[in-house]
């Protein structure tokens, strides 16, 4: 899971990058957060395309090369699906979330819903969040506070709490609580590793696992596991 020092890809890889004036990086931000209102993966889009214009090495943004791919993906697997189950059976019915995702019900046993909303993961979720919410955000606070101890805590709290808070709209209170734990979890991974691959990979089964629970109608009764 570690990831490879030489391996970064991307626009200025090995080579500085240009400084651009704080006028035109705020704009940027701006139109980034603006973009990010029409869906994650916009906004993900919006943050790739300003790394090529302003120099951003893509290493800064969490793209480096695991050493090994194989393990990295099964690990991340591994420790995706268990920690949805964690939260399903145990964290979630401690804050006292109903033990159906209501945002989602309409998935159960509605295969073409069930196979968009993996695609909505892949994408979306897994690939979107992590580089707009990890990736850029992590790197801008990075600039802001630097590298040390405590910037990276207020980076992991700053994105957390940014992260549970796109969730409301679409998900209510209880998805804002799953996306808090689930955004500190990330973030804390993300933080020590600052390679986004497994980190996008664990975000993406932990979520493919919570939508196969709810097609298969199984929400209640993991929910049930440990509290009745």
């Known amino acids: 899971m570690e990831p490879d020092p030489k391996a970064a890809t991307g626009p200025s890889a ?13 704009l940027a931000f701006l139109v980034i957060v603006a973009g990010s209102l029409f869906g994650a993966l916009f906004g993900a889009l919006l943050v790739l395309g300003w790394a090529a214009l302003s120099g951003t090495p893509w290493r800064d943004l969490g793209f480096v090369r695991p050493r090994r791919w194989p393990l990295t993906v099964l690990a991340g697997v591994a420790v995706g699906v268990a920690f ?3 939260m399903k059976s145990i964290v979630m019915p ?9 945002a989602y019900h309409y998935v159960e046993g509605n295969s073409a819903a069930f196979h968009k909303l993996v695609v909505t993961i892949l994408v979306g979720a897994a690939f979107g969040e992590e580089v707009l919410f990890r990736g850029y955000l992590f790197e801008r606070l990075g600039r ?50 600052r390679a986004l691959p497994f980190v996008m990979i664990v975000h993406g089964a ?23």
């Open 84 to 86: 949805k189950l964690a």
């Open 14 to 26: 090995t080579g500085a990058r240009p400084r651009w004036p704080w006028p035109l990086d705020a």
């Open 206 to 228: 932990f979520d493919l696992a919570a939508a196969y629970l709810i097609y298969h109608g199984l929400e209640t009764t993991v929910a049930h596991w440990f509290f009745n």
């Open 94 to 102: 401690l804050l006292g979330a109903p033990p159906v995702n209501q």
């Open 144 to 193: 802001l506070l630097g590298r040390g101890r405590a910037a990276s805590v207020t980076g992991v709290v700053v994105t957390s709490g940014l992260f549970a808070a796109a969730h409301y709209g679409g998900q209510g209170l209880p998805g804002v609580e799953q996306a808090l734990v689930t955004g500190l979890v990330f973030g804390g991974v993300y933080a020590r590793t």
